[in-house]
């Protein structure tokens, strides 16, 4: 749990590598789970779930008997989540891992399907024969009931939509945008809901990814909004992004 956290909160980039496994540890990692596998199948939380979750931040893995047996068990949600941002953060995008991220896609829980889109965001520009799938996947979580899922996804569509593949048609780019100024709005006007829902290095993530977006899509109007937000935004850590952002233009 102590090493979880400290890769999870260790946003310095000068030490935070120190955190993250190495390939050999690793492999260890991943056998260790596998071995306990019975216990992400029966706890919320246990050494096994932790032990994923800190894999999950190591090089490349690629095949692994191990990771196969890890996801054919009957994970509880935990479980499934650990082994759903491992493969986002390996960025492995092979078939077997995209067929198990598919599964998440209709989940009833949120924070699952979160995950499922940011990584299916990922998996359409990564211009691989699953590209355009993944994209319809992106596309249909734009109308989930719950925002967050909605946020994730349409970061995705809005940060893609830079690449060279055209991944998403403009009417998509357009609904994406609108759900991230409403998301933006939210921040300028300092929405208690919204800054008390995400702590430390979660909401400064979210609100930089924001920003970027909307520096991309209204230059000229973000940067004027960006300069009144460092000075008199209610919220210290929303004043001192904005900072930080105003300093690049």
Not at 107 to 117: F, I, P, Q
Not at 191 to 216: C, H, N, W, Y
Request: overall charge negative.
């Amino acid at each position: 749990m102590e090493w979880m956290q400290n890769i999870d909160q260790n946003s310095n980039p000068v030490t935070e590598n120190e955190w993250k496994p190495n390939a050999y540890e690793q492999k260890e990692l991943v056998s260790f789970v596998a071995a306990k596998v019975s216990e992400l199948e029966t706890a919320a939380n246990s050494p096994a779930l932790y032990a994923l979750h800190v894999a999950s931040w190591g090089p490349a893995l690629g095949e692994s008997k191990d990771l196969d047996r890890i996801a054919a068990a009957s994970l509880k949600n935990e479980g499934l989540l650990a082994l759903g941002l491992f493969y986002l953060r390996q960025g492995d995008f092979s078939q077997k891992a995209f067929e198990r991220l598919g599964a998440l896609f209709e989940s009833t829980n949120e924070a699952l399907r979160k995950v499922a889109g940011a990584y299916f965001a990922q998996c359409a520009s990564a211009a691989l024969s699953t590209a355009q799938e993944c994209s319809r996947y992106t596309v249909r979580l734009l109308d989930d009931p719950n925002d967050e899922v909605r946020w994730n996804v349409a970061l995705g569509i809005l940060r893609e939509s830079t690449s060279k593949q055209p991944l998403f048609s403009d009417s998509e780019k357009a609904l994406a945008a609108r759900e991230i100024g409403k998301l933006y709005a939210l921040i300028k006007d300092g929405d208690p809901t919204l800054l008390s829902r995400f702590q430390g290095p979660a909401l400064e993530s979210l609100i930089g990814e924001v920003f970027k977006v909307q520096l991309l899509l209204k230059p000229a109007q973000t940067a004027a909004d960006l300069k009144l937000i460092s000075s008199s935004h209610s919220d210290l850590r929303v004043r001192n992004l904005a900072r930080k952002f105003e300093s690049k233009f």
